[in-house]
């Protein structure tokens, strides 16, 4: 029952006490067991509220992963393969997720001057992105290291947002443009703060009710962000255009081609990479592999070729260090991956080492992607 600091807690976490606003009050603001959305905390910050007793706190640790706070001890720092993990570095990724959550807060406490301060201290984390990014323009991104077992959408779009600058700068944007792109694309799913969390966080299908309400995120995003007059209209429309498809197959207006902005196109691809890649639940995982298989199959139906292989060109599918799960069912550790598509692994348990490239090999496949923990979990 850790008594926890407002600041550092996530929506979605669980109350294990009442919450009273002094120790005179009868009535508890809050009573055991609820929920704390962010409506509720932004209100208890208002209050003057510091701390509370929570039983099960969703909040970011140091290395900048939403964990659930009974897998704050499942450490692994000091693991040789950390070395390879940076596609942003932690901090900067754990202040997006921060600034995510502010934003989440004051959307929930209706607080117009706090959503413009939320957004202008993102744009500014942004601007870090692209100045990281540029550092080396041509090194393959390592997306795994923004892989998280979160149940929130900020990693999410945290993710997207790294991918979509990441494509950008492939296809040559400046970086007046990079920046406009890079707002709207951690923006682009602003629209999910305000669906309820029952449907967000559902692990089974949605029915088709839900499914509609999920829908309206686009417009969702793009409204708040025009009444609050945040974000040019290009990036607004980049929000409301994400799930647009070129043949007008995806909504919300079944746009074609040439109606779809580019800034919107470019989102969309950073945004199926990572739902397929990093889905929640984890399980659902699609491999890199499959998911480029998918991207090129659909690319001039779905989406704009130049930003499939503006992908392809950057994102580095089987980084060195990371975990995969093979068809064989076994997890293994990637060793080499000159080879982008067909790394050497080295198998778990078994410790033997493969090169996925060879011929005899060819039956093998990779499953998907597994997180650190996942796979010390199974070893
Ligand atoms: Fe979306």
């Not at 790294?162 to 400046?174: D, E, F, K, P, T």
């Not at 998911?291 to 090129?296: A, D, F, G, H, S």
């Not at 292989?309 to 990371?322: N, S």
Request: charge should be neutral; proline fraction near 5%.
């Amino acid at each position: 029952m850790p008594l926890m600091q407002i600041s550092a807690l996530l929506p979605n976490t669980v109350l294990s006490q009442d919450i009273f606003e002094n120790p005179n009050s009868k009535m508890p603001l809050l009573k055991k067991g609820t929920v704390v959305s962010a409506e509720y905390l932004y209100g208890l910050k208002r209050r003057g509220i510091s701390h509370i007793s929570v039983k099960e706190a969703m909040f970011t640790n140091e290395d900048g992963f939403v964990i659930n706070s009974k897998k704050r001890d499942d450490s692994l720092k000091g693991m040789p393969f950390e070395k390879s993990r940076a596609a942003v570095p932690p901090k900067l990724r754990k202040e997006l997720t921060a600034g995510l959550c502010n934003l989440h807060l004051a959307i929930g406490g209706k607080d117009k001057d706090e959503v413009v301060n939320s957004i202008n201290q993102l744009a500014d984390l942004i601007a870090d992105v692209v100045e990281f990014l540029s550092e080396d323009p041509t090194a393959p991104l390592n997306i795994t290291s923004l892989q998280s077992d979160h149940e929130f959408v900020y990693a999410h779009c945290v993710s997207v947002a790294v991918l979509s600058l990441a494509i950008g700068q492939s296809m040559g944007l400046s970086t007046y443009e990079l920046m406009q792109l890079g707002r709207c694309a951690i923006l682009h799913d602003l629209g999910k703060l305000m669906i309820p969390a029952e449907i967000l966080l559902k692990t089974e299908e949605l029915t088709l009710e839900e499914r509609m309400k999920l829908r309206t995120h686009c417009e969702l995003g793009y409204d708040c962000l025009k009444m609050w007059n945040v974000c040019t209209e290009n990036e607004r429309l980049a929000i409301f255009s994400h799930h647009e498809r070129l043949d007008g197959s995806g909504y919300p207006e079944g746009l074609t081609s040439e109606k779809i902005p580019m800034w919107g196109k470019i989102v969309a691809v950073a945004e199926v990479y990572d739902a397929m890649t990093n889905p929640h639940p984890p399980a659902k995982a699609e491999s890199p592999t499959m998911t480029r298989e998918y991207l090129i199959a659909h690319a001039n139906k779905y989406f704009d070729p130049k930003v499939v292989l503006a992908l392809h060109k950057r994102v580095e599918f089987y980084p060195l260090g990371c975990f995969v799960e093979i068809s064989s069912g076994h997890y293994a550790l990637v060793t080499s991956s000159k080879n982008r598509l067909r790394p050497v692994v080295k198998v778990m348990g078994l410790n033997n080492e493969i090169d996925l490239k060879e011929s005899r090999n060819s039956d093998i496949t990779i499953n998907r992607i597994v997180s650190y923990k996942e796979a010390l979990k199974r070893n």
